[in-house]
């Protein structure tokens, strides 16, 4: 059985939810009624691929809204409490989505092994950045061509270009897909010279530089909501991939030659009997969700239950070929341009 530890995009959206599954008295609670909400597996899951394979699979909320962000000690207790119960239910591999894999990662949680009487078998868990990464980089691909940019003569900005995503994104860039130039984008100068070094080439770059010369951004940072970027200065024909969370961007951008895609959301080839993907904005929410999610489905669909995903810039090429197969053998397909917009160009 796979796993999926989510939570609302927002106080207000979780109420709402609760209140549709009738989990009332949680629904008219306060944050602080929220804070100490244990997490509910709401909802299980049957699935046929492509190929016939059938699997089975649940729907865990920690009960985590971003809201709650500030308060150190209630996220690493709703992570880690998910986490347990994901467990405990006998769930072999659980992807860790949202803001739950920041949080696991930020705040360091390898050294909360034991929560109360269980220890937690990190092999039963993934982050879901290998199919993620994978998937922004196809997006890339197949709808930069669209907007009339040739990849060859292309220079791509990465901003967020050291963290997790980011440096797989860049390593299958420069290895597999070939664009004249990377731009490197991230606060800390020290690890983006070391990316640079492993690359072989790159340009390191401040966003405010970066963006002006880019045909191609790609977003795999948690970028803050008031970020201001002046749209009169890109590049026309631009597309950004928004590949972060929460997927704010196309407000800022959209229109006049600017072309936002929503990175690292993938479809499924047919319908899936679950409500949970309403919950996190999806536009189809029968078949599309979070590649993080999907990385999870596939690991159950391979028979490969181990933690693929797992700590910092340890994803290879070797490891997206083999999720990306999976993933297109299994029936998903990265989603693209709106149509609409396409058939405006
Ligand atoms: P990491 O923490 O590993 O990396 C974050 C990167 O962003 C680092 O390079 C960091 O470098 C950079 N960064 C952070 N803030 C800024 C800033 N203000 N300006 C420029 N660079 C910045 O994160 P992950 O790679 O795990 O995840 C990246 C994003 O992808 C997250 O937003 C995550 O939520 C999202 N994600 C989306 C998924 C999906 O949509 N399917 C699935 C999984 C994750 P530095 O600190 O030096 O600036």
């Known amino acids: 059985m ?13 109420k709402k939810k609760a209140m549709d599954l009738g989990y009332d008295h ?40 971003p809201e709650m962000l ?43 092994k034991q929560v109360r009487n269980t220890t937690l078998e990190w092999e039963r868990f993934t982050t879901g950045n290998t199919h993620t990464a994978w998937v922004i980089c196809r997006q890339l691909e197949l709808n930069a061509p669209l907007l009339g940019i040739d990849l060859k003569k292309a220079r791509v900005a990465v901003v967020g270009a050291t963290g997790d995503i980011g440096s797989a994104v860049c390593r299958w860039l420069s290895e597999r897909t070939g664009v004249q130039e990377l731009l490197l984008v991230a606060r800390q100068q020290q690890p983006l010279i070391e990316l640079q070094k492993s690359l072989g080439g790159g340009k390191i770059l401040g966003l405010e530089d970066a963006l ?13 909501k008031t970020l201001e970027i002046d749209k009169a200065k890109l590049r026309k024909p631009c597309l950004m991939i928004d590949g972060g969370y929460p997927k704010n961007l196309d407000e800022k951008f959209n229109g006049s030659g600017v072309h936002v895609l929503k990175g690292g959301i993938v479809e499924f080839f047919t319908d899936i009997g679950w409500s949970m993907m309403e919950l996190a904005a999806m536009e189809k929410p029968r078949r599309e969700m979070f590649a993080c999610f999907a990385e999870a489905m596939l690991l159950e669909f391979e028979g490969c239950h181990t933690n693929f995903s797992w700590g910092r810039n340890n994803i290879t090429l070797e490891k997206m070929d083999f999720i990306g197969q999976a993933s297109e053998k299994h029936g998903f397909s990265v989603i693209g341009l709106n149509p609409k917009l396409q058939a405006a160009i």
């Not at 949680?26 to 929220?34: E, P, S, Y």
């Not at 989505?97 to 705040?107: K, L, M, R, Y």
Request: net charge negative.
């Open 212 to 224: 002006p010369e880019a045909d191609v951004v790609i977003w795999v940072a948690s970028l803050p």
């Open 2 to 14: 796979f796993g999926l530890i989510g939570h609302s995009t927002s106080f207000d959206d979780a």
């Open 26 to 65: 949680i629904a008219q609670g306060d944050l602080d009624v929220w804070c100490s909400a244990p997490p509910q597996l709401v909802e299980h899951v049957n699935i046929v691929s492509a190929i016939g394979k059938n699997i089975e699979g649940a729907y865990i909320d920690s009960c985590f809204v």
């Open 70 to 112: 500030g308060r150190f000690k209630t996220a690493r207790r709703k992570v880690l409490n998910a986490m347990e119960l994901a467990q405990k239910k006998g769930i072999n591999i659980t992807a860790l989505g949202g803001f739950t894999s920041i949080i696991f990662e930020n705040f360091n949680l390898l050294q909360n």
